[in-house]
């Protein structure tokens, strides 16, 4: 049976909310996805959230090439979802893109996953391509928690 491919967005939700979600969802490795590990937002910079995962027995894996490149966060921020996706499936075509694209998948086929990013709404953050790309090789089911 193949591993669902979870992602979630923690722009509205405190730690132990997301922490409670993934466990809900039986998630075993947290994918980050963001190019920069480090949030204003308590408990979310790279090293917290590895700690607070572990605590909770879930696995954590920092994959900042799946990250979206500063002009597209710019983009993102600004609300030119269009433009950051142009940005980011440019990004994609990068050969260290593809490596942790594939370190995804391959985790995926391990374990299940959830891939993390900043924005609450799926469809307008980058992750959600992620997810996509890592579909199309594996014909994983998609769930947004």
């Known amino acids: 049976m193949t591993n669902p491919i979870a992602t979630i967005g923690y722009e ?16 075993e490795l ?16 790279k090293t917290i ?7 909770v027995g ?3 894996l920092h994959l900042r090439d799946l990250g979206t490149p500063k002009d597209g966060r ?6 030119r ?4 996706r142009t940005i980011f499936n440019a990004h994609m075509q990068t050969d260290a893109a593809q490596s942790a694209l594939e370190q995804a998948v391959a ?25 996509d790309l890592m579909q199309a090789k594996t014909h994983a089911p998609i769930l947004h928690l």
């Open 58 to 60: 879930v696995g954590y």
């Open 74 to 79: 710019i983009a993102a921020r600004a609300g």
């Open 107 to 131: 985790a995926s086929r391990e374990k299940k996953v959830c891939l993390l990013c900043f924005e609450q709404q799926w469809q307008c953050c980058h992750r959600a391509i992620v997810a």
């Open 30 to 45: 947290l994918i980050d996805v963001r190019a920069v590990a480090a949030s204003r937002r308590a408990g979310f910079s």
């Open 12 to 27: 509205r939700a405190p730690l132990g909310e997301v922490l409670g979600r993934l466990n809900d969802a039986g998630v």
């Open 49 to 55: 959230l590895s700690n607070s995962l572990k605590e």
């Open 81 to 84: 979802t269009d433009e950051m």
